[in-house]
T-cell receptor, first 111, second 117 residues
Framework: RKEVEQDPGPFNVPEGATVAFNCTYS??????FFWYRQDCRKEPKLLMS???SGNEDGRFTAQLNRASQYISLLIRDSKLSDSATYLC????????????FGSGTRLLVRP | DAMVIQNPRYQVTQFGKPVTLSCSQT?????MYWYQQKSSQAPKLLFH???????NEADTPDNFQSRRPNTSFCFLDIRSPGLGDAAMYLC????????????????FGPGTRLTVT
């Protein structure tokens, strides 16, 4: 089983749609969770950290379910500029500061 | 602005010809990482430096080496590149244990895209 698993997509949605991504992780002791965004042929960029209480940043909401070991990202009112790959990231089993990246979920927002 | 810089952005090398990629940072972070990312795959950690301590991943080939002469700079050396080493190489930094809530976040440079001919 992979340490971090994501649906690769692509999710193809119209502008203005709400879209949700889920991610599961295998290490129940993980403490750090993130969503990164990666544009084609560019570096990953931190979108948001994910906290136990859930957190929101504008149109983006992240949730953590420790009991089921999954993380979600909700994007409301999708923009064309949201088209990218979204990487779910969890800290490694052998170190709190090493991160394990999922393969990413690709989002395409169409006009 | 504080940042992570990688040079060159694009590197073409010949099969078997040694190549060095460089990374520098102005964030003053104590941990620096090197990742390899191939198309449609997750970034794969090759190794990292925690201060001066080098930490190699178990599955990183011996062909890959790294140097960190000071806090700001880190180098990735590929001794004998093969066709399978063509990829994007990403450098990242973090400052774990600094006491802030976000201290485990990693910040990436723009990457070096390596082509092996």
């Amino acid at each position: 089983r992979k340490e971090v698993e994501q649906d690769p997509g692509p999710f193809n949605v119209p502008e203005g749609a709400t879209v949700a991504f889920n991610c599961t992780y295998s290490n129940s002791a993980s403490q750090s969770f993130f969503w990164y965004r990666q544009d084609c042929r560019k570096e990953p960029k931190l979108l948001m950290s994910v906290y136990s209480s859930g957190n929101e940043d504008g149109r983006f909401t992240a949730q953590l379910n420790r009991a089921s070991q999954y993380i979600s990202l909700l994007i409301r009112d999708s923009k064309l500029s949201d088209s990218a790959t979204y990487l779910c990231v969890v800290n490694s089993m052998d170190s709190s500061y090493k991160l394990i990246f999922g393969s990413g979920t690709r989002l395409l927002v169409r006009p | 602005d504080a940042m992570v810089i990688q040079n060159p952005r694009y590197q073409v090398t010949q099969f078997g010809k040694p190549v060095t990629l460089s990374c520098s940072q102005t964030l003053n972070h104590n941990v620096m990482y090197w990742y390899q990312q191939k198309s449609s795959q997750a970034p794969k950690l090759l190794f990292h430096y925690y201060d001066k301590d080098f930490n190699n991943e178990a599955d990183t080939p011996d062909n890959f080496q790294s140097r960190r002469p000071n806090t700001s700079f880190c180098f990735l050396d590929i001794r004998s590149p093969g066709l399978g080493d063509a990829a994007m190489y990403l450098c990242a930094t973090s400052a774990p244990g600094t006491g802030t809530r976000n201290s485990y976040e990693q910040y990436f440079g723009p990457g070096t895209r390596l082509t092996v001919t």
